[in-house]
Nanobody, 115 residues
Framework: QVQLVESGGGLVQAGESLRLSCIAS????????MAWYRQAPGKQREMVAY???????HYLDSVKGRFTISRDNTKNTVYLQMNSLKPEDTAVYYC?????????WGQGTQVTVSS
């Protein structure tokens, strides 16, 4: 079982930035697709961004141009840089790992954006 530990959430004002980090305890990090999901109260969990092992990247339309996903295979870490945050970005953000062998979720980190 892969363990994923997120950090970097918090309370910010609209327009500010946060960077989320997710460290994976796995030797197969470099061949995994890594993603960030979020879930707001009363809403379904949605995919925010993903990055494949070959660094192909995809974003949710509403975060394009504001969020950037990246990975550092030497640190088994995936990042989500979030700029120009909006109140509607408020949610619990989850790290997700997928490979041919395993899928795993982190415990989530709260991001709250005040207006």
């Amino acid at each position: 079982q892969v363990q994923l530990v997120e950090s970097g959430g918090g309370l910010v004002q609209a327009g500010e930035s946060l960077r989320l980090s997710c460290i994976a305890s796995t030797t197969i990090f470099s061949i995994s697709t890594m993603a960030w999901y979020r879930q707001a109260p009363g809403k379904q969990r949605e995919m925010v961004a993903y990055i494949t092992a070959s660094s192909n990247i995809h974003y949710l339309d509403s975060v394009k141009g504001r969020f950037t996903i990246s990975r550092d295979n030497t640190k088994n870490t995936v990042y989500l840089q979030m700029n120009s945050l909006k109140p509607e970005d408020t949610a619990v953000y989850y790290c997700y790992q997928r490979s041919s062998q395993t899928t795993s979720w982190g415990q989530g980190t709260q991001v709250t954006v005040s207006s």
